[in-house]
């Protein structure tokens, strides 16, 4: 069932406006790779283009090392999930499941038994009979999914499939995907602008920005290890302090802190996610800083310093500590990065 | 600084004073509009005898009805069904291709069709036949099909209309997804477009049914006499004089049956959206 993705130089243009460029990226066959981006990032086009519902400006789409151009949507093997279910409405649930079978021409009988298969699979065989109007929001969606799925399809492409779900109802769809992916392992191409939902569902996530890929790897590399700035912006970094390699070591108001190996010596910005710094008694840090705000995101504290020190002007360093902190405002503490090294980039 | 809410005077209201009871009083009033026209019709229908001022008949009958029991009415019936059903068979797909390319043209080309699609609301239909019943004569079109051709034109606005708003909340995403699940273009107008449109082409197809099956001048001038409709009896009735029941019975032939059809249209969508 799976099939291995490839967009090789793909560019799309509308007019004048350049919505995808020279876009390379490889999904292997039964992985789940993320395309995370803001709004109008070209996420979904890239997609559209796959499902060969759109036509690139120039470079190419290969499905196991065949090239896609000419090939109409429906001989491609892929399946497409819409941010709306969509399911149609003069339909009722099973033969909503049921329409890739009858499609081929299959009896209604036996496509009905096929589609049965595939609603146990997201547990609504109960519910194969009724009207697709009649279901709540998180069960279109699991229609949908199973809808699609029945297709049999070389490779799942999801377009923001669960942003209109509540977190509760996304978390069980989270759930379900999982459930799919051990039963049937498909390749899984997901548009996002959830960098949970990415982090949750994806082996890998590809950054989108502007119509480039600004980064594709493993979900901890793109949070730990970002390629830019902005990379470290869109997976929700908080942390970039100016400074300076030099010998390995980044020197700021964060003090020195050693980064990857390779880095040249030179200006670098050195981003630290705000779960890798931890508060320590002054003195035992890298740098001390000010508390200057503190922000309860529910489980999660974020505590905003005011660094200065030696090494540079001062900055803003962001700390997500787990439950409440036992620092008040104004307060200075030391900072200590939990690995005691760093990350650094250059842009 | 920020502005606070103030509650709406009266003025600002939009909503209709009075409430539930206001708004019950003004639909019936408007239901009495549309049905009191009626009245008379009925109560002539059954008449037997109605003389001024008495404001009820002073004996009924139906020989109105019975008078309808004819080999001329039924071939009237008949001919206003064909009639009714060929300009609707042909004005609904030209509605919907015409709504078609309203929506899908560019802005300019696309305003041109609409406009074009809307015209013959702005001919006279008098006019319009006036001008054509002499080019169908050269062209030795038959009586039928010439009724049927420049009905088409006249009912072309009604279906176009309908398809133009149909079209304006539909999603074309249903037809990606269907392509996507692996449906042929056809296969997609097949099982998706048409189903989804459905109701529109209904309301289209009734629309133009009722101009073939009410018209009278069109059919008159371009027919020649030889195409005998329902309308074509009632007008002759109606010009006699003493001929009231017959008439009344003639009026009801023609306006019951597109009821029973609104009727047939109307109350299940309205019981599935209940559902």
């Known amino acids: 069932m799976s099939s291995r993705l490839e967009f090789r130089g793909l560019s799309r243009a509308f007019g004048q406006a350049e919505v995808l460029h020279e876009v390379s990226l490889t999904v292997e066959p039964s992985r789940c790779v993320a395309l995370l981006g803001a709004s109008g990032s070209g996420k979904s086009t890239l997609l559209r283009i796959a499902a060969g519902l759109d036509d690139p400006s120039s470079g190419q789409v290969l499905v196991d090392g065949s090239d896609l151009d000419g090939v109409p949507s429906e001989e491609r093997g892929l399946a497409l999930v819409f941010q709306k279910p969509l399911l149609f409405p003069h339909l009722n649930v099973v033969d909503n499941v049921a329409f890739s079978a009858r499609m081929t021409g299959q009896s209604r009988k036996a496509a009905r038994r096929h589609a049965m298969a595939y609603l146990e699979l997201v547990h609504l065989s109960d519910l194969a009979r009724r009207s697709a109007g009649c279901l709540s929001g998180g069960q279109e969606q699991r229609v949908a999914l199973a809808r699609a799925l029945a297709r049999n399809p070389r490779i799942l492409l999801l377009d923001e499939p669960f942003s209109s779900l509540d977190s509760r109802l996304r978390d069980d769809m989270y759930s379900l995907v999982e459930d799919i992916r051990a039963e049937l392992a498909p390749t899984i191409v997901l548009v996002t602008h959830d960098r949970r939902e990415a982090s949750i569902l994806a082996d890998s996530i590809a950054v989108l920005d502007e119509g480039r890929i600004l980064q594709h790897g493993p979900v901890a590399q793109l949070h730990y290890q970002p390629a830019t700035l902005a990379v470290n912006r869109i997976l929700g970094g908080l942390n970039a302090l100016s400074g300076r390699v030099t010998g390995g070591i980044h020197q700021s108001v964060f003090g020195r802190v050693p980064v990857q190996p390779g880095m040249v010596d030179g200006p670098a910005f050195l981003v630290m996610r705000q779960e890798a710094i931890r508060i320590v008694v002054t003195g035992e840090g890298t740098a001390v800083g000010s508390v200057t705000g503190l922000k309860s995101l529910g489980a999660h504290t974020l505590v905003r310093t005011e660094v200065t020190g030696d090494h540079g002007p001062s900055g803003t360093l962001t700390i997500d500590v787990a439950g409440e902190p036992d620092v008040t405002m104004g307060q200075v503490v030391g900072l200590k990065p939990v690995n005691d090294s760093g990350w650094a980039v250059t842009r | ?275």
């Open chain 2, 1 to 275: 600084m920020i502005p606070t809410l103030q509650p709406a005077s009266a003025s600002m209201r939009r909503t209709l004073p009075g409430g539930t009871p206001m708004r019950m009083v003004l639909g019936l009033l408007l239901v009495g509009w549309i049905l009191l026209p009626l009245v008379p019709v009925l109560l002539w229908s059954v008449a037997g005898s109605w003389f001024a001022p008495a404001v009820l008949p002073s004996s009924y009958s139906l020989q109105g009805f019975s008078a309808l029991a004819t080999a001329d009415a039924a071939r009237a019936a008949a001919s206003s069904l064909c009639l009714g059903a060929g300009v609707a068979v042909t004005a609904t797909p030209l509605g919907y291709l015409g709504a078609i390319a309203a929506r899908e043209l560019p802005a300019l080309p696309g305003r041109v069709v609409e406009l074009v699609l809307l015209a013959p609301l702005a001919i006279p239909p008098f006019a319009l036949v006036m001008g054509v019943n002499v080019a169908l004569l050269r062209l030795s079109t038959p009586p039928f099909a010439g009724v049927v051709l420049v009905l088409a034109v006249t009912a072309l606005p009604y279906t176009a209309f309908m398809f133009r708003s149909a079209l304006a909340t539909y999603d074309h995403r249903f037809e990606e997804v269907a392509r996507s699940l692996g449906a042929t273009t056809s296969q997609t107008a097949r099982h998706v477009r048409l189903p989804l449109l459905a109701g529109a082409t209904a309301r289209a197809f009734f629309l133009a049914f009722l101009v073939g099956w009410g018209d009278y001048i069109t059919t008159l001038l371009i027919g020649g006499g030889q195409l005998l409709t329902l309308p074509m009896l009632l007008g002759s009735a109606a010009s006699a004089t003493g001929n009231e029941q017959l008439t009344a019975a003639l009026s009801l032939a023609i306006i019951v049956p597109p009821l029973v059809l609104l009727a047939a249209l109307t109350l299940p969508a309205s019981r599935n959206r209940r559902k």
